[in-house]
């Protein structure tokens, strides 16, 4: 393996074990709920009303969390695009061109 | 670090609107400029937008057994200046606005200047700081995304108290009470952003070497292949 390999595989490690620590540590005893909804039970707690409501909420946790989802593949998907080209184009500029220089 | 929708007093509400437009105004303005002017960098600016896009849809779980969401702005911030983000984040925070509930119109305004403007504007710096003191690109990057993610949950801890002092210990004690929910939650976080960030930022520098060296974060080098395959 490479170091440059090796090193990608450790970075990759490292942003798993710094969220998977978290979930395995605490042994079931934390629901991780959002800390903006923290806030704003907080908020609530101060005995404030909103006084504006979303045009329109994701009707059950499923569609929102499908929404959340939309919003990643989208994000990724163009993200994945780009480095394929960029890749490709590298790739490209490397190759010799068997083609034209027969 | 999503202010909800109606959570801010209109008052408030109006004045962070009225801080956060001229950046977006002149963020939309620098991303229409660099696509005329530099067209061959727009394949890199869909990437920025694309990370941000990504990294503020996942929510993790965090030590202190509540979970968040990066925000991923400090990686355009170092490719394009903070400015450019400005308006790239303003996007993010209205799609989950408009299609997830998750902030607000009325609070647009407050979680753009975190989001978009603080955050963006404290990586760059960060990013700056570590080059000037001799930092490569990569620890620089590093650093831009992890001071980016802290910097705009601040900004929405100093937000909150601003709007919700306590009642016996004022601005001070509201803002111990947010930055409890959000700070030490957000450190994992951040670091886990950076590093992503360096992943990112390790591939465009193999593979859009040519990009990185015309937007100066690279010097170009006499045999660029050459030097890229030690690595």
Redesign the interface.
């Known amino acids: 393996m490479s170091r440059r390999t090796l090193v990608t595989v450790v970075l990759v490690l490292g942003v798993v074990a710094l969220f998977a620590v978290p979930l395995l540590l605490d042994g079931g005893t934390s629901e991780f709920a959002g800390a903006d909804s923290q806030a704003t039970e907080a908020i609530e707690e101060t005995g404030y009303t909103p006084w504006f409501e979303s045009l329109f909420s994701p009707s059950s946790s499923e569609v929102e969390s499908g929404l959340f989802a939309l919003q990643a593949a989208l994000g990724g998907g163009v993200l994945g695009y780009v480095v394929g080209r960029l890749r490709g184009r590298r790739a490209a500029a490397r190759a010799p061109e068997p083609a034209e220089n027969p | 670090?999503?202010?909800?929708?109606?959570?801010l007093?209109?008052l408030h509400a109006v004045g962070w609107t009225v801080a956060a437009a001229p950046f977006v105004v002149h963020g939309a303005r620098a991303v229409a400029k660099e696509v005329r002017e530099r067209p061959e960098n727009t394949?890199?600016l869909?990437?920025a937008?694309?990370?941000?896009?990504?990294?503020?849809?996942?929510?993790?779980?965090?030590?202190t057994?509540?979970?968040?969401h990066p925000t991923g702005t400090g990686a355009g911030a170092v490719l394009f200046r903070p400015p450019v983000m400005a308006l790239l984040g303003t996007v993010v925070l209205l799609?989950?606005?408009?299609?997830?509930?998750?902030g607000?119109?009325?609070t647009l305004g407050a979680n753009a200047f975190a989001f978009a403007v603080v955050g963006p504007w404290a990586g760059y710096a960060a990013y700056r700081l570590t080059r000037a003191c001799g930092g490569g690109l990569l620890p620089g990057v590093f650093v831009a995304l992890v001071v980016a993610d802290l910097a705009t949950y601040l900004t929405?801890s100093v937000q909150?108290a601003l709007a919700?002092p306590d009642?016996g210990s004022g601005l001070a004690g509201a803002l111990v009470?947010?930055l409890g929910?959000?700070a030490v939650?957000?450190i994992?976080?951040a670091?886990?952003e950076g590093?992503?960030g360096?992943?990112l930022f390790?591939?465009?520098t193999?593979?859009?070497r040519p990009e990185l060296e015309r937007l100066g974060l690279l010097r170009p080098v006499a045999e660029p292949?050459a030097q890229e395959e030690v690595?």
């Open positions: 670090m999503h202010i909800a929708e109606g959570f007093p209109p394949l890199l869909g990437a937008g694309a990370f941000t896009f990504v990294l503020s849809a996942i929510k993790l779980p965090s030590v057994g509540s979970s968040s799609f989950q606005a408009l299609l997830l509930a998750h607000g119109l009325t929405t909150l919700f009642a009470k947010f929910v959000f939650t957000q994992p976080l670091i886990g590093l992503l360096v992943l390790r591939v465009l193999v593979n859009a292949t690595r």
